[in-house]
C-alpha cells in the first residue's frame, strides 16, 4: 500500500494549527497571571470585619499536563504526540474525579471560604453562577451590599496534576488569582497569585506553595488505579492553597 502524504497533509496542518493556537493561547495566559501586586495592609483590619466571597472563576476541566515534554524536541510530529498524550492524560484525570464522585469546582469554594474565616472574618457567600466571560479574570462589578466591607475576588487558572519532565511523577498543581476589594470606594485592599506545585527553585512572580513529594503519581494510569487518592490528592493542594491566601491576611 502506498502511503498519500498529500492526502493527509490538510488534516495534519489542522492538527498543528490548534496545537500553536493552544501553546499562544497558554503563553497569553502565563502573561496575563503575571498581575500587579498588592499587599494587605493589617491596619485595615479594623474596618474590614465582613467579607462576601464571591462565586470563583474554574477552568473547565481538571487537566494534567507535561512541563517539557521529551517529544517536544522532535519538530511537528513530537508537538502532535505531545499534544495527544495531554488531552488523554486529562481525560484519565476527569474519568478518575469522576469515578471518586469528586468536584473541584465546589471544594475549592469551600475551602477557601473555611480557610480565610478562621482568620478573623465574618464570611458570607454570594450565591449564583459566576458570568463566562469572567471565569478566567477579576469580575468587572461587585453587588452593592451594605452589610459587607470587602469583596473576595478568586479565580482559578489551571487546577490538575502537573509533571516536570516526561520520566518524572505527577503532582498536583494549582495556580489561583485573588484580589479583595473594598465595598465602600472599590479600592484593591490585596492583590496577588498564589501557584500550588512548585517542586524547584523558580522565578514565577507568585506566592509559592512547595508540592507534598508524598502525593505523587508515577505516570497518569496511576490516577485511575486509586481515584480516591487522586482526588484526595487534589483536595490536599486546594486546602494548602486556601489556607495560603488566608494567611495573606494574617
Given at each position: ?158 487546577v490538575g496534576f502537573e509533571a516536570p519532565q516526561s520520566s518524572t511523577a505527577y503532582r498536583p498543581r494549582l495556580e489561583i488569582a485573588a484580589r479583595l476589594v473594598s465595598a465602600k470606594d472599590n479600592s484593591i485592599l490585596f492583590q ?59
Open positions: 500500500m502506498v502511503f498519500n502524504w498529500a492526502a493527509t497533509l490538510p488534516e495534519t496542518m489542522r492538527a498543528y494549527s490548534k496545537l500553536c493556537f493552544a501553546i499562544v493561547l497558554t503563553c497569553t495566559l502565563a502573561a496575563c497571571g503575571s498581575l500587579p501586586t498588592q499587599t494587605f495592609d493589617r491596619s485595615v483590619r479594623a474596618s474590614v470585619k465582613r467579607i462576601q466571597v464571591v462565586p470563583i472563576g474554574t477552568p473547565e476541566h481538571a487537566q494534567a499536563r507535561i512541563m517539557n515534554p521529551i517529544g517536544a524536541g522532535f519538530g511537528l510530529v513530537g508537538n502532535l504526540v505531545e499534544s495527544q498524550r495531554a488531552a488523554g492524560a486529562t481525560q484519565v484525570v476527569e474519568s478518575a474525579l469522576a469515578d471518586a464522585h469528586y468536584d473541584f469546582r465546589t471544594s475549592l469554594a469551600n475551602s477557601i471560604a473555611q480557610a480565610v474565616g478562621k482568620v478573623g472574618f465574618t464570611i458570607n457567600r454570594l450565591t449564583g453562577a459566576r458570568p463566562d466571560k469572567e471565569r478566567s479574570r477579576f469580575l468587572s462589578k461587585y453587588p452593592r451590599e451594605k452589610k459587607v466591607d470587602a469583596y473576595l475576588d478568586v479565580y482559578a487558572t489551571y496577588d497569585r498564589i501557584v500550588y506545585g512548585c517542586t524547584e527553585n523558580t522565578d514565577e512572580d507568585a506566592v509559592l506553595v512547595r508540592a507534598d513529594d508524598k502525593l505523587s503519581f508515577r505516570n497518569r494510569a496511576a490516577f485511575q488505579t486509586d481515584p480516591t487518592k487522586t482526588a484526595r490528592a487534589l483536595q490536599s493542594a486546594i486546602d494548602a492553597t486556601a489556607w495560603e491566601l488566608a494567611k495573606q491576611f494574617m
